[in-house]
């Protein structure tokens, strides 16, 4: 997804308060002011997945304002009273989404928005979409990334909005024009105005055939330039000499890869460079709301075909990177318009349909996220010591990977969003 508009004016504090207003007239959720960590909580859970491959039964996790303090056996009475008891659901880390496009929505007449459309509108269905990822239990997502995700992340870091931590580029670089110069100025643009990763277009979308866009010299540019700011880099890219480049560039991620092969993937393991595919929610999402897109930038009948085409191609793809030893997987789902809320059926595809291991799927949308996000020290597992960022689900993903669309219970940073456990 791209979005070429750039309305960088800064909402807060008026425009912010504007949008929350107006949130208010759609009817959508406001984060009461009242949301703060309580003091000491103990919930009881039947299983835990501790987000690094390992599980247990029965179980109590101690948290203390927005930490996770202590994790005992089941039996423990040293801890309190029970306060959410959780017997029946199996406990683990709120799920991250590496990629998403928070702002991107349909409009009042279903279809996609026009670059004409108010900064305001687009806070407001940002944070429509925020809450609806938060309650399916996604703690934190990477915006990949627009103006109004700033917007965002400051409304929802001060409770005006419901929703996960959001990690934002911005922006993206796409203008293969830009010398080396320009684009490390650009990148230090991007640092000031807030990004927490910088993203860059190194190939073209899958639906104009995802060939290499910007030279091996300019990829260079943008991540020697990012690694200097002390930020990450996030890299589209299709094709292999793209995906080649970013990974002899030291960039942190790349993404997409429809159109890698072992050599890619062997290369990247080298270099510890980690790999985002997406191969399931983002074209099943293009082809439900095919109507609602159709038209728009490079979204006509050729683009669909392709998207076609390109499903059993990114399957197979997926099953290549399963087998290269060493390969940091990670788990992004490139969700838009249509597809928040939804995160988890990227989860459940990779299972189902391209065989990965649930264990090793869940650890890949779990702490593996949260180390490529430069984050592992504090989310993405549960462990005395880590962020209180935990959600709990109707059966074993183990056993049955769709019980990640049964979200019961939401905590975040020790804050309780959701609790429909019963
Ligand atoms: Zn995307």
Known sequence: MTRSNFDARPLRPRRLRTAVAALALTGAAIAPATLAAQSHIVIRAGRLLDGKGGVRDTVIVVVDSSRITRITNGNDTSTGPITYDLARFTLMPGMIDTHVHIDSHFGADGRMPDELESQLNRVVAAGQNAEATLRAGFTTVQSIGAPPDIELRYGIAHGDFLGPRVLTSVSQLTDTKMTPDEIRRWVRTMVSRGADVIKIFASKSIRDGGGQTLSDAQIRAACGEAKLAGKRTWVHAHSASAARAAVLAGCTTVAHGSQLTDREFTLMAQHGTYFEPNI????????????????????????????????????????????????????????????????????????????????????????????SLGLGERIGALAAGLDADLIAVDGDPLKDVTALRRVVFVMKGGVVYKNVAR
Not at 313 to 328: I, S, Y
């Open 280 to 371: 399931g929610l983002v074209s099943q999402n293009y082809l439900e709301n095919k109507p609602r897109y159709l038209g728009i930038g490079n979204f006509n009948e050729e683009g669909f075909a392709f998207t076609e085409k390109g499903i059993p191609m990114k399957r197979e793809m997926f099953k290549h990177a399963l087998a290269v030893r060493g390969l940091k997987l990670i788990m992004g789902t490139d969700a838009g318009a249509g597809a928040h809320g939804r995160s988890a059926e990227e989860i459940i595809y990779r299972v189902q349909v391209a065989g990965q291991p649930a264990g090793d799927a869940i650890v890949d949308a779990t702490s593996h996220n949260a180390m």
